[in-house]
């Protein structure tokens, strides 16, 4: 009973850093995170109704 009360925690830890470590699927494909776009097609996006620009630059920036 000891040896089990002894290896739980760090059962438990080594379940907690494997579950840390994964990494989604599809995070790795850095291609997909965002499409770049040119000012002409940003001014036709914001012509449209269906689209919202939301700028999240500090104002430092």
Excluded at 5 to 20: D, N, Q, S, T, W
């Amino acid at each position: 009973m000891k040896q089990i009360k002894r290896l739980l925690p760090i059962m438990l830890l080594a379940l907690i850093m494997a579950g840390c470590g994964s990494t989604p699927s599809g995070a790795d494909m850095k291609e997909d995170s965002f499409n770049q776009i040119t000012m002409d097609e940003a001014k036709e996006m914001m012509d449209d109704d269906g689209v919202v620009i939301v700028d999240v630059r500090r104002q430092d920036e």
